[in-house]
Structure formats: structure tokens, C-alpha cells
């Protein structure tokens, strides 16, 4: 059984940055894939990134790509999520996952992905 815990989210004005991160307990996340997705009120939610836990491979979303830097510290248990150029768009409640359905490997699509843990979320707002 894997807990993670997101931490990191906060308000931040239009064009700032935050760093988000993913500890994890109960198990190594060595074998996992690690995610984040955010879902914002009325809104589906959204995959944002991910990264193998081989060899560090990372897939963005769109709304991500040149903005977002995902990264990982096995040894640390403990996932980032480096966000910079925040719109108000990317105002959500984040969430970390793990999954090792793929071998380690991120799932081939982030979007709607039945993750096989998630935390409870960090809630970043982005508002002048």
C-alpha cells in the first residue's frame, strides 16, 4: 500500500512559479510510475505529467509542455512538480499517483487514467 502526499500548492499571482511535491510512504515508489493531474471545479479531470520510474522518461500534457519540469528522487521517496508561468487556467487541485500497471512506465494516456494510488490533492490558485 503506497500514501502520497502532495504539498506545495498555495496562491500565486499570474506568470509566478510553485513547486509541488509527492512523498511517498508505505512502499518505495522505485517500481511506480509517477503522475500528477489536477481537476479544477466543473471541470474533467486533467492529466499533467508523468515519469517513468526506469529511466526517468517524461510526458507532458499540452498545457504543461515548456512550463512544467517533473522530477524524482527515488532514494527521497519524492516526486516534483516544478511549475512556472502560472495562468489562471492552471488554478486546480493537484493530485500525485502511482502506477505500475506498465511496468514502471507511464500509462499511454494521463487523461482519465484509473491510477492504482492518489493522494488527497493540493489546491494551487492563480489570481492577481
Known amino acids: 500500500q503506497v500514501q502520497l502526499v502532495e504539498s506545495g500548492g498555495g496562491l500565486v499571482q499570474p506568470g509566478g512559479s510553485l513547486r509541488l511535491s509527492c512523498a511517498a510512504s508505505g512502499a518505495t515508489l522505485h517500481y511506480y510510475a509517477i503522475g500528477w493531474f489536477r481537476q479544477a471545479p466543473g471541470k474533467e479531470r486533467e492529466g499533467v505529467s508523468c515519469i517513468s520510474s526506469s529511466d526517468g522518461t517524461t510526458a507532458y500534457a499540452d498545457s504543461a509542455k515548456g512550463r512544467f519540469t517533473i522530477s524524482r528522487d527515488n532514494a527521497k521517496n519524492t516526486v516534483w512538480l516544478q511549475m512556472n508561468s502560472l495562468k489562471p487556467e492552471d488554478t486546480a487541485v493537484y493530485y500525485c499517483?502511482?502506477?505500475?500497471?506498465?511496468?514502471?512506465?507511464?500509462?499511454?494516456?494521463?487523461?482519465?487514467?484509473?491510477?492504482?494510488?492518489r493522494g488527497k490533492g493540493t489546491l494551487v490558485t492563480v489570481s492577481s
Open positions: 499517483a502511482a502506477d505500475a500497471s506498465y511496468a514502471g512506465d507511464c500509462p499511454p494516456s494521463l487523461d482519465s487514467y484509473a491510477w492504482d494510488y
